[in-house]
């Protein structure tokens, strides 16, 4: 039997704050695509893969790339499976595979076909495409969060997929009325 009270994140951002300990997480806005008793899985959405490219990627696939992918920016999901592909997108897309729908705005596909469909204009109207994704285990998570680790915020779509990845952490912040200047990296106990 499910805990009633359980703390369900699926649909949310997680914001790492300062002094988190984990570099690969440092000034992190993850999009929480599952959550439950068992762990949870999500898509980091505000670190560009800088080295990789997304034509040669396609060329690697057999997909030709055409002009619809113009723009588009390979993100690191996180650091799990991190040759393994993910794409966070809008809701009017879905995948004849599979997609998993997350909530009323965002839907996640991690089957090929979304890239073929991309590629031909066929796909969503907005779309991260990301390598690796983030993962923790029964309890993992829920324990970061109490450490000061992550707080978490309602997911935006404007903010998901908004351009500027260098702005989306400060911006997350920004939802909660918080400025990035004044976080310290220091956890307290009252």
């Known amino acids: 039997m499910s805990d009633p009270f359980a ?4 649909g949310k951002l997680l914001v790492a704050m300062p002094g988190m300990g984990d570099p690969r997480f440092d000034r992190s ?17 505000n670190k560009p893969a800088r ?15 055409g002009p619809s992918l113009s723009g588009l920016t390979v993100h690191i999901g996180g650091p799990v499976e991190t040759t393994r592909g993910f794409v966070l997108h809008s809701t009017d897309y879905q995948s004849r595979l599979q997609t998993l729908e997350v909530g009323d705005a965002f839907g996640m ?21 990301m390598l690796g994704y983030a993962g923790w285990g029964a309890g ?17 779509a404007g903010l998901v997929f908004g351009k500027d990845d260098d702005a989306k952490w400060a911006a997350a912040l920004g939802t909660l009325g918080i400025d990035p200047l004044g976080l310290s990296g220091m956890a307290g106990r009252a």
């Open 51 to 65: 080295d990789v490219d997304l034509g040669a990627l396609m060329s690697q696939l057999e997909i030709d790339a």
């Open 29 to 45: 806005v993850v999009f929480i695509c599952a959550h439950s008793q068992e762990g949870a899985m999500g898509l980091i959405v």
């Open 7 to 10: 703390l369900d994140l699926t």
């Open 140 to 156: 993992q998570l829920e324990g970061e969060i109490a450490r000061n680790g992550w707080l978490t915020v309602e997911a935006d």
């Open 109 to 129: 596909t991690a089957t090929l076909d979304v890239l073929e469909d991309i590629a031909a204009g066929e796909g969503p109207d907005v779309a991260l495409v």
